[in-house]
């Protein structure tokens, strides 16, 4: 993806939108201030397993 015309950053500006309603509904953060330890561990699971799928459909 490149940041060299509107097109792409609309692209971009929908994106952002769609990874901030993925945080906000992520259950870590619906948890409130009583997070376990194991809630922690799975939305680091979560983040590599989503950043592992980004780099296959980027290759």
């Known amino acids: ?3 060299s ?9 929908r994106r ?12 870590y953060l619906a948890a ?4 376990s330890p194991a ?3 799975e939305l680091r699971r979560a ?3 989503h950043a592992r799928l980004s780099e296959a459909a980027a290759s």
């Not at 952002?16 to 259950?27: D, K």
């Open 32 to 35: 409130g201030p009583a997070r």
């Open 5 to 13: 015309g509107a097109g792409d950053t609309a692209a971009l500006r």
């Open 39 to 41: 809630v922690r561990v």
């Open 16 to 27: 952002l939108l769609r990874l901030s309603e993925a945080i906000a509904r992520h259950p």
């Open 1 to 3: 993806m490149t940041l």
């Open 47 to 49: 983040a590599r397993a």
